[in-house]
């Protein structure tokens, strides 16, 4: 009995060893993918960074305002001077 229990832990032991080794080198893979796919991104982020900096400083010229006459000013005085008629003509009815 002693040399079939000794018999199944021995094979157990490297069959979990083996399973070890399967995940260590699984690992070692992986890791070696995602550095991998690390810079790939890390480039093509340097150079959405460099276009758009290159693209940036490109300003238009302004046009140049040129001074219309304002209307505003003689609608104002018009609308003061109807007031004051307004005002005028009621002082002169209380009288």
């Known amino acids: 009995m002693q040399k079939k229990s000794s018999k199944i832990t021995n094979q157990a032991g490297e069959i979990i060893s083996s399973i070890r080794s399967h995940i260590a080198e699984a690992t070692t893979k992986v890791a070696g993918i995602v550095a991998d796919e690390f810079n790939v991104v890390k480039k093509a982020v ?5 276009k758009k900096k290159a ?10 305002k ?3 006459p ?14 004051a008629a307004k005002k005028s ?6 009288k």
């Open 46 to 50: 340097k150079k959405k960074l460099k």
């Open 55 to 64: 693209t940036a400083p490109k300003a238009k010229k302004a046009a140049k």
């Open 66 to 68: 040129t001074a219309k």
């Open 70 to 83: 304002a209307k505003k000013k003689v609608t104002k005085v018009v609308r003061k001077a109807k007031k």
């Open 89 to 94: 003509a009621s002082n002169r009815m209380k």
